[in-house]
């Protein structure tokens, strides 16, 4: 507790006297989280994890895609942003039920435009064929051994890559998991949290990892995409999204090798490693794969929006 002992004086200064004690926030597996009552307002500091710029992840480009996400009020306020912490207003919230975000598929998608649509600049890119590379070297590096499907990973992310280029790249949070998606108390609104795999990407990216791990079924992916373009879903547009569903896979197995290697947390890496490039490969040998690789390489593939 010496480092947080440090921080908080640090921020004392700016943010108001620590009062009663520092309590641990459950629910991420990467970095520590604690809430933090100074000055009389209740804060979340994020301590990083051990490593995690292996992962990928721009400690400047998260701050900066929190900044510009809770000006467009989808987001937590910034309140500090020192080297060792992220500091944030905290949010009276509960976590989201799969029904919740079933029933907030357009909020999600007017916030995600929102914020794609934004013009704000991170300093670093994200897209999954390149991260699977970096992956791949972390682990050789690191003395890792690379499971066989990861090269079956690899290979379905450059063919999606080839149908789907990015045109234009712009900022995404590209980790959209269930945890990352908060209900506030006050307003009832939804929120998006943790920001810190945020970089230029394809926006489609975002929607089709936001699909995937929350479970959605395809009447829900046709709200999602009606929403977020204002218009009918057209079949290269749903055949898209299909691609990225897989590329996040992709994303998710390659991670969990990688957390595997360097983290030191005491969690079933492997295990989730295994559960997403066991979806990938049933997803890539069947007939339609091969169907949403032709109906999305096309002109409007190359459309980012």
Same mark, same amino acid.
Request: aromatic fraction near 8%; charged fraction near 25%.
């Given at each position: 507790?010496? #480092?947080?002992? !440090?921080?908080?004086?640090? /921020?004392?200064?700016?943010?108001?006297?620590?009062? $009663?004690?520092?309590?641990?926030?459950? $629910?991420?597996?990467?970095?520590?989280?604690?809430?933090? @009552? /100074?000055?009389?307002?209740?804060?979340?500091?994020?301590?990083?994890?051990?490593? @995690?710029?292996?992962?990928?992840?721009?400690?400047?480009?998260?701050?900066?895609?929190?900044?510009?996400? *809770?000006?467009? !009020?989808?987001?937590?306020?910034?309140?500090?942003?020192?080297?060792?912490?992220?500091? @944030?207003?905290?949010?009276?919230?509960?976590?989201?039920?799969?029904?919740?975000?079933?029933?907030?598929?357009?909020?999600?998608?007017?916030?995600?435009?929102?914020?794609?649509?934004?013009?704000?600049?991170?300093?670093?890119?994200?897209?999954?064929?390149?991260?699977?590379? #970096? %992956?791949?070297?972390?682990?050789?590096?690191?003395?890792?051994?690379?499971?066989?499907? %990861?090269?079956?990973?690899?290979?379905?992310?450059?063919?999606?890559?080839?149908?789907?280029?990015?045109?234009?790249?712009?900022?995404?949070?590209?980790?959209?998991?269930?945890?990352?998606?908060?209900?506030?108390?006050? #307003? $009832?609104?939804?929120?998006?949290?943790?920001?810190? %795999?945020?970089?230029?990407?394809?926006?489609?990216?975002?929607?089709?990892?936001?699909?995937?791990?929350?479970?959605? #079924?395809?009447?829900?992916?046709?709200?999602?995409?009606?929403?977020?373009? $204002?218009?009918?879903?057209?079949?290269?547009?749903?055949?898209?999204?299909?691609?990225?569903?897989?590329?996040?896979? *992709?994303?998710?197995? *390659?991670?969990?090798?990688?957390?595997?290697?360097?983290?030191?947390?005491?969690?079933?890496?492997?295990?989730?490693?295994?559960?997403?490039?066991?979806?990938?490969? *049933?997803?890539?040998?069947?007939? %339609?794969?091969?169907?949403?690789?032709?109906?999305?390489?096309?002109?409007?593939?190359?459309?980012?929006?």
């Amino acid at each position: 507790m010496d #480092d947080l002992s !440090d921080i908080l004086r640090r /921020l004392e200064p700016s943010l108001g006297p620590l009062s $009663g004690e520092l309590r641990p926030l459950s $629910g991420g597996i990467t970095n520590r989280n604690f809430r933090a @009552t /100074l000055g009389g307002v209740d804060y979340v500091i994020r301590q990083p994890g051990k490593d @995690t710029d292996l992962l990928g992840i721009d400690r400047r480009a998260e701050r900066l895609a929190t900044e510009a996400a *809770a000006r467009l !009020d989808i987001a937590p306020a910034v309140a500090a942003a020192l080297e060792e912490c992220l500091v @944030t207003r905290f949010i009276e919230c509960r976590a989201v039920t799969r029904q919740d975000l079933l029933d907030g598929v357009e909020q999600i998608a007017l916030a995600l435009r929102r914020f794609h649509d934004s013009h704000t600049e991170l300093p670093t890119a994200f897209w999954v064929p390149d991260l699977l590379e #970096d %992956y791949a070297a972390i682990v050789r590096r690191r003395g890792g051994t690379l499971p066989g499907a %990861y090269s079956g990973a690899v290979f379905a992310a450059a063919r999606i890559a080839a149908a789907l280029p990015v045109a234009l790249p712009r900022p995404c949070h590209n980790d959209l998991l269930p945890g990352n998606i908060i209900r506030a108390a006050d #307003d $009832g609104g939804l929120r998006i949290v943790d920001w810190e %795999y945020a970089g230029m990407g394809d926006p489609r990216f975002d929607l089709g990892n936001l699909s995937i791990n929350n479970g959605f #079924d395809e009447a829900a992916d046709d709200r999602l995409l009606s929403a977020y373009h $204002g218009e009918a879903p057209s079949d290269r547009g749903r055949a898209a999204l299909k691609l990225m569903r897989v590329l996040s896979d *992709a994303r998710e197995a *390659a991670w969990g090798v990688v957390q595997a290697t360097v983290s030191g947390l005491d969690f079933d890496f492997n295990g989730y490693a295994d559960e997403h490039f066991e979806r990938l490969g *049933a997803t890539v040998v069947r007939p %339609y794969f091969e169907e949403w690789l032709v109906v999305a390489g096309g002109e409007e593939s190359s459309q980012t929006a």
